[in-house]
């Protein structure tokens, strides 16, 4: 029976991710003047995030350390844009920036927007609670306070659980919530729950790979620049096979973010 209502509810998902599409426009933003303008949201550690002396100005992180190889390795300059994450896909259809690094997750609704890379990182959604939760599988924050940040895939995967859920601007927000005993439960990308686990004392993480499937990050251009996305590509599989990928994931997850 929980097989069941577990496969059931991954066949959900997987439907709803495809079925609320937006409209595909065409936008075409030319890396022009030998620089590549990217835009984060910088909430996302270990892939992005605000420091002092960072590999790309304000910004470090995993991904800030790729947008500057990728551009780099192509003779050209990485600029790079904060926004908010809802803002992102916007202003890459806009022809506002050239490209979004954002640990953003290919899905087939985010697909009928923009053109994806090559994905450079898979995850998936883990549970973050409290040490001494009774939490233990995803069927268990059925009737609990769930927090999840506004737009992000956790949103999506809890929505489609059909629990009740409060949306967040910000994963440092859910995580304020939880440790003031305001929600029981956040639902969050593995690599950055981990950060969060790390940084704040009481909580752990839960998985449950029955309910939440893996996802992959990638890069996103807009519908249609194959100029640019094909040299992204080429160095996106130029630093996942001499293993750069690896050692920064390694690297910016050990580090301390904050
Ligand atoms: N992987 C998740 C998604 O695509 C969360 C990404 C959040 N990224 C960020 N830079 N704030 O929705």
Excluded: H, W
């Amino acid at each position: 029976m929980k097989k069941l209502m577990a496969l059931l509810l991954a066949v959900a998902m997987v439907a709803s991710l495809t079925a609320c599409g937006s409209k595909a426009e065409d936008a075409s933003a030319g890396a022009a003047n030998g620089t590549i303008t990217f835009a984060t949201n910088a909430e996302f550690p270990p892939f992005e995030f605000i420091a002092s002396n960072g590999v790309l100005g304000e910004f470090d992180g995993i991904d800030m350390a790729m947008a500057k190889m990728i551009a780099e390795d192509n003779g050209m300059e990485a600029k790079m844009e904060n926004m908010e994450f809802d803002s992102l896909l916007i202003a890459l259809q806009n022809g506002q920036i050239d490209a979004v690094i954002a640990g953003m997750t290919v899905t087939d609704e985010r697909k009928e927007a923009v053109d994806f890379s090559t994905p450079y990182y898979t995850a998936t959604q883990v549970m973050i609670v409290k040490e001494d939760s009774d939490i233990a599988k995803a069927t268990d924050m059925e009737g609990k306070k769930i927090a999840v940040v506004q737009g992000y895939t956790g949103e999506v995967c809890v929505n489609d659980l059909g629990y009740s859920y409060e949306a967040f601007k910000k994963g440092t927000e859910c995580i304020m919530e939880l440790v003031n005993d305001k929600c029981d439960v956040v639902v969050l990308d593995s690599a950055t729950a981990s950060k969060y686990v790390a940084d704040n004392e009481g909580l752990k993480i839960v998985e449950d790979t029955e309910a939440f499937g893996s996802e992959e990050y990638a890069i996103a251009v807009a519908k249609g620049n194959t100029e640019l996305l094909d040299k992204i590509n080429a160095s996106i599989e130029k630093l996942l096979a001499d293993g750069t990928v690896s050692e920064l994931a390694v690297k910016y997850s050990e580090e301390a973010t904050e």
